[in-house]
């Protein structure tokens, strides 16, 4: 390296420690320990096509990614020999996929998605060329199950795929897949997917007490969960899972590789199945549970100091996220707010300390207005 490159490095290396001490408004853990994967990070690594099926292509995860799939595909509770998956770029693509597989199975459906949804899933609607019903949402955040009842009723189409999104991207809600497929059962739809988009809390939704119903045995067709979020992998990631039957009707092509093309990529990052597996290794379900029940004692402990300052706040149930009265500007760059309609929030991933939320609440404590 000369010595520009190494100077520039270390810069970039500096603010990057800087902004992470400050770093508490995005969903991203902060505790990701990449030790002993440093050597591999130097190797090429493309998984493309289809997990279960090999490559001659030999510089490859896919044995790594078949024990990540099989871990979600459990505790997203999915028939034991009736589930596939791979791991994808982000949850945009787990999103894609699972409307994809829905959409050859119901082609004429409308998707119901609530308007808290990602922006995403109307995104990927359009993509797919599907047909989008939005679904208003509660002040909470989640899904207005009497309006999609009344709205599936009203399209009198027997088939119908939703979208229930596990912990929305502003305030964390949780759209029920139980009372979804009960609004559309009242509905008189008599088929449907429904894909519960866990990008942010899919990861602990089922760890909890009371659990959240949002997996396959509640009733959903598909589910997914982001890398890059709750799970800490430092570069974006997702993991899609559906059933084994479902993708049987999505096209694939055998091709030069050997394996099949059933992905929306073809080539495909071969480390972050290693990330995520090497994560898996290191915490495990319970260790999963434990980091989002200390997280969920953070965010407890951050709205009660915001209550204490008298700053306009609420949480939803179980949430790491913690809704707040938008600061002025300055404080939203500094403390890298997500912020709309006014509100700004601040989700306590783990990573997040409790010397940061002092630290954010006693800036907040000066410009609070007297
Ligand atoms: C973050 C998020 C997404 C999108 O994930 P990307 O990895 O940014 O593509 C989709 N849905 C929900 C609920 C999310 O929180």
């Not at 009842?149 to 929305?168: E, Y």
């Not at 497929?181 to 007490?209: F, I, K, M, P």
Request: charged letters at 20%; one cysteine or more.
């Amino acid at each position: 390296m000369n010595g520009l490159t190494e100077m520039r490095l270390r810069a970039l290396s500096a603010r990057l420690s800087d902004e992470r001490s400050r770093f508490i408004g995005f969903p991203a853990a902060l505790d990701f320990d990449a030790v002993g994967l440093e050597p591999i990070m130097r190797t090429l690594l493309n998984n493309v096509g289809d997990p279960f099926v090999r490559t001659w292509h030999g510089m490859n995860t896919k044995d790594f990614e078949q024990e990540v799939i099989a871990f979600f595909a459990k505790l997203f509770r999915a028939p034991e020999d009736g589930y596939w998956g791979y791991v994808t770029n982000g949850s945009t693509e787990c999103n894609l996929y699972a409307l994809y597989v829905a959409r050859e199975k119901y082609p004429a459906a409308p998707v119901y998605y609530s308007s808290a949804a990602h922006y995403s899933v109307p995104k990927n609607v359009h993509l797919l060329g599907m047909r989008g019903v939005v679904v208003p949402a509660q002040p909470s955040g989640e899904m207005d199950y009497a309006a999609l009842q009344q709205l599936a009723g009203a399209q009198m189409s027997s088939a119908a795929i939703v979208v229930a999104t596990i912990g929305t991207t502003m305030t964390e809600a949780r759209d029920s897949v139980t009372s979804i497929q009960r609004a559309l059962q009242a509905a008189g739809v008599r088929e449907s997917h429904v894909h519960a988009d866990g990008a942010l809390a899919g990861a602990y939704a089922g760890l909890l007490t009371p659990r959240w119903p949002f997996d396959f045995q509640d009733g959903a067709s598909s589910v997914n969960v982001s890398g890059h979020k709750f799970l800490g992998s430092p570069m974006p990631s997702g993991v899609v899972i559906v059933k084994r039957a479902d993708i049987e009707r999505v096209r694939r092509s055998a091709n030069y590789t050997g394996s099949i093309d059933r992905t929306i990529s073809g080539s495909r990052n071969g480390h972050l199945p290693l990330i995520l597996w090497h994560a898996i290794q290191r915490w495990g379900v319970m260790g999963f549970k434990h980091r989002a029940e200390q997280g969920l004692a953070l965010a407890a402990y951050a709205h009660a100091e915001l209550q204490r300052i008298g700053w306009d706040s609420w949480r939803n149930p179980q949430a790491l996220t913690v809704m707040l009265a938008a600061p002025p500007e300055q404080l939203i760059f500094k403390w890298q707010l997500a912020t709309a309609d006014g509100w700004s929030h601040v989700i306590c991933m783990p990573g997040v300390r409790k010397a940061m939320i002092d630290a954010f609440v006693a800036d907040l404590g000066e410009v609070r207005p007297h």
